[in-house]
């Protein structure tokens, strides 16, 4: 199963013109029907519709199809609706005449000063009769369909592009635990042989009133505990038990983002817990190199679905 991306974006677009014989409505302009969707990351599925009111009624339909694809998001969908007159203006129909000119007659019966209605008048009432008339119940399902296609082929091909780098960072947070395994026990021993030095040099100071072999156990006893407190072999195979979990779930792919936001979370926790308990410089370069790519990781998974 793919992985998919939030991000993605797709229009699609339907034309239409009567080719009714009928006086009533050979002259209706042709009109196109569009629908554009974006898409962005968000924790949750948010979904927002832009469309004019005589569409409005399609809403439901919309929706209904884009929760049943997607999952998480935030989703803007824009129905836009274009009529264009071939003669460059919409052609008011007889009937529609005779309503206009029976209702400008009762309205004057009652307001002699009403003013007549003009051309333009005429026209834009002409423009929004033709634009209400037209039935789109047949033809936006399908678009609407069409256009969530093309934007699940863009999530995907962005998940994929992401797959790709979290992969590559989880092979180089690999290379790094693999510099970070052998230098656990060459600094464990470094740090316990130092310890012991150091208790050696003030032993040699006193007046050697503690017996050697007890100040000996004592100091290796403070060594070892010491040493414990710098070990980050646990750290160490967490993290990587971490990666393995993460490598599966890509693979697996679907619906992993919310869980591999987690587990960089953990990640992070890790590796900031190698570099409070590091003793050496080459340990420490090791432990901001991972937050780094963590860090990286982190953005990219936070547009994943």
């Given at each position: 199963?793919?992985?998919?991306?939030?991000?993605?974006?797709?229009?699609?677009?339907?034309?239409?013109?009567?080719?009714?014989?009928?006086?009533?409505?050979?002259?209706?302009?042709?009109?196109?029907?569009?629908?554009?969707?974006?898409?962005?990351?968000?924790?949750?599925?948010?979904?927002?519709?832009?469309?004019?009111?005589?569409?409005?009624?399609?809403?439901?339909?919309?929706?209904?199809?884009?929760?049943?694809?997607?999952?998480?998001?935030?989703?803007?969908?824009?129905?836009?609706?274009?009529?264009?007159?071939?003669?460059?203006?919409?052609?008011p129909t007889p009937?529609?005449?005779?309503?206009?000119?029976?209702?400008?007659?009762?309205?004057?019966?009652?307001?002699?000063?009403?003013?007549?209605?003009?051309?333009?008048?005429?026209?834009?009432?002409?423009?929004?009769?033709?634009?209400?008339?037209?039935?789109?119940?047949?033809?936006?399902?399908?678009?609407?369909?069409?256009?969530?296609?093309?934007?699940?082929?863009?999530?995907?091909?962005?998940?994929?592009?992401?797959?790709?780098?979290?992969?590559?960072?989880?092979?180089?947070?690999?290379?790094?635990?693999?510099?970070?395994?052998?230098?656990?026990?060459?600094?464990?021993?470094?740090?316990?042989?130092?310890?012991?030095?150091?208790w050696q040099e003030?032993?040699?100071?006193?007046?050697?009133?503690?017996?050697?072999?007890?100040?000996?156990?004592?100091a290796l006893t403070?060594?070892?505990?010491?040493?414990?407190?710098?070990?980050?072999?646990?750290?160490?195979?967490?993290?990587?038990?971490?990666?393995?979990?993460?490598?599966?779930?890509?693979?697996?792919?679907?619906?992993?983002?919310?869980?591999?936001?987690?587990?960089?979370?953990?990640?992070?926790?890790?590796?900031?817990?190698?570099?409070?308990?590091?003793?050496?410089?080459?340990?420490?370069?090791?432990?901001?190199?991972?937050?780094?790519?963590?860090?990286?990781?982190?953005?990219?998974?936070?547009?994943?679905?």
């Open positions: 199963m793919p992985v998919y991306s939030m991000t993605g974006y797709a229009s699609a677009q339907h034309s239409t013109a009567s080719n009714t014989p009928d006086t009533e409505t050979r002259h209706q302009p042709n009109s196109q029907l569009g629908i554009e969707i974006r898409s962005v990351n968000s924790r949750f599925l948010d979904l927002s519709f832009r469309m004019p009111e005589d569409l409005r009624q399609f809403e439901p339909v919309l929706r209904e199809l884009l929760t049943a694809k997607l999952k998480r998001g935030k989703v803007e969908v824009r129905v836009s609706l274009e009529t264009a007159n071939t003669s460059g203006v919409p052609e009937r529609l005449l005779q309503r206009l000119n029976a209702a400008q007659d009762n309205v004057k019966a009652w307001l002699p000063q009403a003013s007549p209605l003009s051309v333009a008048d005429v026209l834009r009432f002409s423009a929004a009769e033709q634009s209400a008339s037209r039935d789109w119940s047949a033809d936006v399902a399908p678009l609407a369909e069409k256009a969530l296609k093309e934007l699940m082929s863009a999530r995907q091909r962005e998940g994929s592009r992401l797959n790709g780098m979290l992969i590559g960072h989880v092979g180089q947070l690999r290379t790094l635990a693999k510099q970070a395994v052998p230098l656990v026990p060459q600094l464990v021993a470094q740090q316990r042989q130092r310890f012991l030095d150091r003030a032993m040699a100071l006193t007046d050697g009133a503690t017996l050697p072999e007890a100040a000996q156990d004592r403070e060594a070892t505990a010491f040493a414990i407190r710098i070990d980050v072999a646990e750290e160490i195979t967490r993290l990587q038990s971490h990666l393995d979990e993460i490598e599966r779930l890509l693979k697996k792919g679907g619906e992993v983002g919310k869980r591999l936001d987690f587990l960089i979370q953990e990640l992070h926790r890790e590796a900031n817990t190698m570099g409070s308990k590091s003793s050496a410089l080459e340990l420490t370069h090791i432990s901001v190199d991972m937050k780094v790519l963590i860090e990286q990781m982190r953005e990219q998974v936070q547009n994943l679905e």
